[in-house]
């Protein structure tokens, strides 16, 4: 049971910029905890994408970059590719549960 | 270089005991800041923190399983361990350890930066 919202898909032609955002509450977005960003490729595990809202870990090229506002986060991936398609999750902290929370996932398709 | 990697059955019957390993290596337990965690992942869904083990020996478990959930470390091994008591299909997923280097307040800010290649178990009689 995810306690943060993401859209199920998002689809964008190569070299296109797509979005995916990320819903939480007042509990958990909203209560000023950071939001992380993981990269899962089909058959593989979580990768690190985006860390503290809006930093990207080395290696990750800047064609992915994250954003916060209230109780949302946002994703965005520049200049699409083949390479990027993928199930992407958001991550912060829920103080009502006391614990690490996730997106619902958003599964990115490369028309 | 970091890595994680985890093992334990990949079958097990209702109502038994799973035990879970995370051996890890390229970074110390002992260090102040690093912790590990488990994290789960049933099959075509989201994910699921689980627990967490920290340097100083600190632990905490996911509200709505904390009663089935043990996590322990061997600093020696390099390996921090999962129990999981009492187990059901719903509990058929990837189990993936993951590392947390804390700079935060109570890592609450904190990312997973480095994961283990995670394993599958499949609960069925």
């Known amino acids: 049971q995810s306690v943060l919202t993401q859209p199920p898909s998002v689809s964008g032609a190569p070299g296109q910029r797509v979005t995916i955002s990320c819903t939480g509450t007042?509990?958990?977005?909203?209560?000023?905890?950071?939001v992380h960003w993981y990269q899962q490729l089909p058959g593989t595990a979580p990768k690190l994408l985006i860390y503290?809202?809006?930093n990207r870990p080395s290696g990750v090229p800047d064609r992915f970059s994250g954003s916060k506002s209230g109780t949302s986060a946002s994703l965005a991936i520049s200049g699409l590719q083949a390479e990027d398609e993928a199930d992407y999750y958001c991550?912060?902290?829920?103080?009502?549960?006391?614990?690490?929370?996730f997106g619902t996932g958003t599964k990115v398709t490369v028309l | 270089q970091v890595t994680l990697r985890e093992s334990g059955p990949a079958l097990v019957k209702p109502t038994q005991t799973l035990t879970l390993t995370c051996s890890f290596s390229?970074?110390?337990?002992?260090?102040?800041?690093?912790?590990v965690s488990w994290i789960r992942q049933p099959p075509g869904k989201a994910l699921e923190w689980l627990a967490r083990?920290?340097?100083?020996?600190?632990?905490y478990y996911s509200t709505s399983l904390k009663t089935r959930l043990t996590i322990s470390k061997d600093t020696s091994k390099h390996q921090v361990l999962l129990t999981m008591t009492n187990l059901d299909p719903v509990d058929t997923a990837t189990y993936y350890c993951?590392?947390?280097?804390?700079?935060?307040?109570?890592?609450?800010?904190?990312?997973?930066?480095?994961w283990g290649q995670g394993t599958m178990v499949t609960v069925s009689s």
């Open positions: 993951a590392r947390i280097f804390c700079s935060s307040t109570n890592c609450y800010h904190d990312a997973f930066d480095i």
């Open positions: 390229g970074f110390s337990i002992r260090t102040s800041g690093m912790c």
């Open positions: 083990i920290d340097w100083d020996d600190d632990k």
């Open positions: 007042s509990s958990n977005i909203g209560a000023d905890y950071d």
């Open positions: 503290g809202n809006n």
């Open positions: 991550q912060s902290y829920d103080s009502s549960l006391s614990g690490y929370v």
